[in-house]
């Protein structure tokens, strides 16, 4: 049975708080320090927090051991109050084990992360925290043109308030990346393209419920490794909120791994599912705007028909930026998620 009230939102933050900048995936902040510092200047100027980087935060190449001794340190330190990755990466799993499960639920603290930090996340759900799906210092931080108000806005809220807000549709939107090792080309926003709205599925009721999910991969890797992911049960009524990854998963690919998770019974608990707009652009396949629009399409139609199959009452939307595009809206990992079909509303509680 369902157990979602075990839930609970650490202690928000206040000016002058130190926040851990951490690595526990990829230490792109040795690779690209001086975007990462912009990132980190950001967290110190914009919101007045005093940033804390540990061993680990610019060492490439740190094993998941020594990742997660850093982890363990943030949140047995009573002077860190939340901890901010600094972006994503493959393989934050291999951290996962040597996490001090007993010292991070004595010391609950907000994570903010996405991507490959779906791990850390789903690990501090299964503890009873909440934390934060989106942000990072290198992607959001250091965004070309500077900060988007979107990201600042929810980041703002899912750092210092509670209060209830409405997720909107963005005017417009990228999915195009910045060349990190000419930090010019952070100076210009990138090109982008107008938002031409969500798409709703099955929207004739209102529910609210607990987010969980994440990174659509990350979660599949999960359930392969049959170690963090719960029986079924304890995931019913939740918000099922998933994203795929800059690695661009193909239509195909996306609904196979839907067709696991439905085999498994687990698509069958979520009353509404919100699937967040499909990144179609990298720089390994640099699709034109025609080709990313029905790369996006082609997703939708198989998230539409894997959950024909598997949960077919299920109400979906399907196009909001929490995801691997710009802006990105910065999401409560547990928190409440309320879905109006009826006027076609997202609002979360921070």
Known sequence: ???????????????????????????????????????????????????????????VGASPEERARDLNVAFADPKIKALVAVIGGSDQLAVLPHLDADTIAANPKAFFGYSDNTNLLNYLWNLGVVGYHGGSTLVHLARPGGVHPVFLT??????????????????????????????????????????????????????????????????????????????????????????????????????????????????????????????AWSTQNPLDEVERSAFRAAQELAVLQAFKIYNPAAMIVYGPDFGHTDPQYVLPYGGLMTIDGISQKITVQY
């Open 1 to 59: 049975m369902s157990d979602t009230s075990r839930l609970h939102t650490p202690p928000k933050l206040q000016a002058g708080d130190h926040v851990a900048v951490v690595s526990p995936s990829w230490a792109g902040a040795g690779v690209f320090p001086r975007v990462h510092d912009i990132g980190v200047g950001v967290l110190r100027d914009a919101f007045g927090l005093v940033p804390v980087e540990f061993a680990t935060t610019r060492q």
């Open 154 to 279: 929810s980041l703002r809220h899912a750092l210092f308030d509670s209060e209830t807000v409405e997720i909107e549709p963005v005017s417009e939107f990228t999915d195009l990346q910045p060349d990190w090792d000419d930090p010019s080309t952070l100076v210009t926003p990138l090109t982008t393209t107008n938002e031409t709205g969500w798409h709703w599925h099955n929207a004739t009721r209102v529910v609210t419920g607990r987010t969980w999910g994440g990174n659509l991969e990350v979660l599949h890797w999960n359930l392969a490794a049959n170690r963090w992911i719960k029986p079924n049960e304890v995931y019913r009524d939740c918000v099922l909120i998933l994203e795929t990854s800059e690695e661009m998963p193909s239509s195909e690919e996306v609904f196979q791994m839907l067709r696991n998770f439905g085999e498994r019974g687990l698509l069958a608990q979520f009353p509404a599912v919100v699937f967040a707009k499909a990144k």
